[in-house]
């Protein structure tokens, strides 16, 4: 099975940074996902890491540590409109589902 | 269209009625998933298709839940006899790429309330 841990909310100030952490137990690790939920829409895809480090997209970075079963997803320049829910997911090898975790709430106050 | 689409987007039913559930993925999209999403909760995985075979239907929480997709394009989750448990998001999502290591592009979503 999986088990993958994120916190349920957080808050930050716009303009800043934010990172929001996320651990998994699985066997046959087969890479890690995050995606964004905006309230009452659809999830969108984020980032996709299947190697050791840090991959970096405009304001949103994503890094992965295989051995510590550790990832994060760095937010920089914070705007309003983050203000969601990052659902952490990882796929195993052996199944073609993702695994979802329970998201993070992100809410950005000015 | 564009996106992958859901039908409809709001459904309620009362308890013991049966619902369908539509998703018309991106056209040319292998893999196709369906996912239920309590409120608060992140999706939890119910079945999965690769093309017209379902090769996974582990996370269907009972016999009362079926999905189709015989054409290996449109598929179809079917609730029978529903119960108020089953109230939540019914998400769908298609891949290119078979399994899990593609991109997932979800529907927005069936809201399914059981009275």
């Known amino acids: 099975g999986q088990n993958i841990d994120q916190p349920t909310e957080m808050t930050a100030t716009e303009g800043a940074i934010v990172q929001i952490n996320c651990t998994y137990q699985t066997s046959g690790f087969n890479g890690l996902f995050w995606y964004q939920q905006h309230a009452g829409e659809a999830p969108t895809f984020l980032s996709y890491?299947?190697?050791?480090g840090l991959e970096e997209k405009g304001r949103f970075s994503s890094f992965l540590s295989r051995s510590k079963g550790y990832s994060y997803l760095l937010l920089k320049e914070l705007q309003m409109k983050d203000s969601a829910s990052y659902l952490c997911a990882v796929g195993n090898r052996g199944y073609q589902k993702v695994t979802f975790g329970i998201g993070t709430k992100l809410q950005v106050i000015p | 269209g564009a996106g992958v689409s859901q039908s409809p987007r709001y459904k309620v039913a009362k308890r013991g009625q049966d619902v369908a559930l539509r998703c018309d993925p991106i056209s040319g999209h292998v893999s196709l998933f369906w996912y239920q999403q309590a409120l608060g909760q992140g999706p939890e995985f119910l079945t999965y298709?690769?093309?017209?075979?379902?090769?996974?239907k582990s996370g269907l929480p009972s016999d009362r839940f079926f999905a189709e997709r015989p054409e290996g394009s449109v598929s179809t989750l079917k609730i029978q006899r529903t119960q108020q448990e089953d109230s939540a998001v019914y998400l769908c999502?298609?891949?290119?790429?078979?399994?899990?290591?593609?991109?997932?592009?979800f529907g927005e979503g069936s809201r399914l309330t059981v009275l």
């Open positions: 999502a298609s891949s290119l790429t078979t399994g899990n290591t593609g991109e997932l592009f």
């Open positions: 298709f690769q093309n017209e075979a379902q090769l996974d």
């Open positions: 890491n299947v190697l050791d």
